[in-house]
């Protein structure tokens, strides 16, 4: 059984930026969100996967990845996903041994940039760099299937 164990967290400054070592544009979108899991299509230049995730907040919770066609994932992207799609660029940052990524959104969550973690074990202690700001693992608003329904530039809409 694969198991995700990450933190998520809001960035208290850009400091980050100077160490990153890496970056790659993701285009992903749901086929399926309901109370247990999640199913996404995600694209990153020329691989494409299919994810299905419980639908657990918190630190830790299932997670399934297969690679699919290329091809195949532009098409379910583009015809079966909900809308609107989620735009982001992951930079990778390596701080006291640990790779943090940090997704910069764009399209309907831009401005939104969450910085995240993955552990080998639950409860594994790490070092917060001086860059990380609030944590909101148990803030569901922060997640992308969530985005994906109720993206970042509608939060601050008065109804």
């Known amino acids: 059984m694969a198991i995700e164990i990450e933190h998520k967290f809001l960035l208290a400054n850009d400091q980050w930026r100077n160490c990153v070592t890496q970056s790659v ?22 691989h494409a996967w299919l994810n299905i ?10 997670e399934y990845e297969y690679e699919i066609p290329l091809a195949d994932a532009n098409e379910i992207l583009d015809k079966l996903c909900r809308k609107p799609l989620i735009e982001k660029t992951r930079h990778f940052v390596v701080d006291n ?48 299937n969530n ?8 939060w601050n809409v008065i109804l």
């Open 25 to 46: 544009r993701y285009r992903q979108g749901y086929l399926s969100s309901q109370a247990t899991s999640s199913i996404r299509v995600r694209i990153s230049d020329d």
């Open 53 to 62: 995730k419980s639908a657990t907040i918190g630190t830790h919770r299932h």
């Open 97 to 144: 041994g640990h790779t943090w990524e940090i997704d910069e959104f764009d399209g309907d969550n831009q401005g939104l940039i969450v910085a995240e973690i993955e552990l080998s074990e639950i409860g594994k202690a790490f070092v917060k760099p001086a860059w990380l700001g609030e944590e909101v693992t148990d803030d569901m608003r922060y997640y992308n």
């Open 147 to 154: 985005l994906s329904q109720h993206p970042y530039s509608e």
